[in-house]
């Protein structure tokens, strides 16, 4: 028996910078280090990029959890995108919060290339998080 046929488990959207969470993910694999399954990967030029609308969007189209993760301070190929994400992502967790959402299902993190242990460990923490939450119930788009 299959471990989703066991019940139901979280769909988590992950943006991750190109130049440092992405190549994490990436040095991950190469390391055959294995991180949920349910971790779907959108990879973007910079986090700075990733606007409140695109997680509305994943989650208003089934996530039930999302992460947004770039590179640290000081590294950013952008000098100050991943900087510019965290103040707009702390926003927008706030409104989520105040629209009565549990904001445990984002998350923020800076993870670098080299970090693909970090990676695992972060991917599989949101996926608990989120499973321990259930499905989010009032974005989803219904369907007929």
Not at 37 to 45: G, Q, S, T
Not at 99 to 121: N, T
Request: charged share 25%; hydrophobic share 40%.
């Amino acid at each position: 028996m299959g471990k989703k046929s066991q019940g139901w488990e979280p769909k988590i959207i992950a943006f991750l910078c190109n130049w440092c969470s992405y190549a994490a993910a990436d040095l991950a694999g190469v390391k055959r280090l294995k991180y949920p399954e349910n971790v779907r990967i959108v990879r973007v030029p910079c986090i700075g990029s990733v606007s409140p609308y695109f997680i509305l969007f994943a989650l208003r189209q089934g996530a039930d959890g999302v992460i947004v993760s770039g590179c640290a301070p000081g590294d950013c190929h952008y000098r100050s995108g991943n900087l510019y994400a965290r103040r707009r992502f702390q926003l927008f967790k706030n409104l989520f919060n105040f629209m009565g959402m549990e904001e445990d299902r984002l998350h923020f993190a800076w993870i670098s290339a080299s970090e693909a242990e970090l990676f695992v460990k972060t991917m599989q923490e949101v996926t608990d998080r989120v499973r321990t939450l259930g499905p989010l119930k009032y974005l989803k788009k219904s369907r007929p």
